[in-house]
């Protein structure tokens, strides 16, 4: 996939993931079922921190890319091909610990936590604008869980932990639904 739709995907897991949240009160944004649970706040607190990291990370691997600085990760490309769907289902236990970077820490409003992760959107799009001449694939980021990962699959990733969030939250708003 082009970098351009990936972009795309994320831009509109991310829609998809605030329009969710947006149809919830502040006090069923903070709602949760049990203390292991994550609210709605927390999901999107969670998704803004991981996010962030994973931007700031593929930028970081850029500039030391064009700086002539030895890449980060240097080993075998054990995923080179797969899709994220493919390198999660590899990689992951079905309830992961988040590493506590990315952990919600914070609390606060859902309207901020939602500003806060929409405001994402811009510097990927000109990450992927930096990444235009670049060949992406051949730029390793590698994630904390699942290892190595090219900056195209971290695009994936990021789509596909936006919609992930997004199913949790809405398992939320069914139970509040009952």
């Known amino acids: 996939m082009a970098l351009e739709e990936l972009l795309q995907s994320v831009g509109t897991a991310r829609n998809r993931y605030i329009h969710c949240v947006q149809q919830l009160t502040e006090e069923q944004a903070h709602w949760k079922p049990d203390p292991e649970t994550w609210s709605a706040v927390e999901n999107t607190e969670h998704l803004y921190w ?3 990291g994973g931007i700031w990370g593929m930028w970081k691997i850029l500039q030391a890319k064009r700086d002539g600085k030895p890449p980060v990760y240097a080993g075998e490309l054990i995923h080179r091909g797969l ?4 390198i999660i289902a590899r990689t992951w236990q079905p309830k992961e610990k988040v590493p506590p970077i990315a952990a ?3 609390g606060g409003s859902v309207a901020f936590w939602l500003a806060a992760l ?5 510097p990927l799009t000109q990450l992927s604008q930096e990444l235009a001449d670049e060949d992406f694939e051949a730029i390793i980021h590698p994630h904390p869980i699942s290892g190595p990962l090219d900056i195209g699959q971290r695009f994936e990733f990021l789509r596909f932990h936006i919609d992930r969030h997004r199913n949790q ?3 939320l708003q069914t139970m509040l639904a009952v």
């Open 50 to 52: 991981a996010e962030h």
């Open 118 to 122: 929409e405001s994402l959107q811009q």
């Open 83 to 86: 899709s994220i769907e493919e």
């Open 104 to 106: 919600p820490r914070m």
């Open 169 to 171: 939250v809405t398992n």
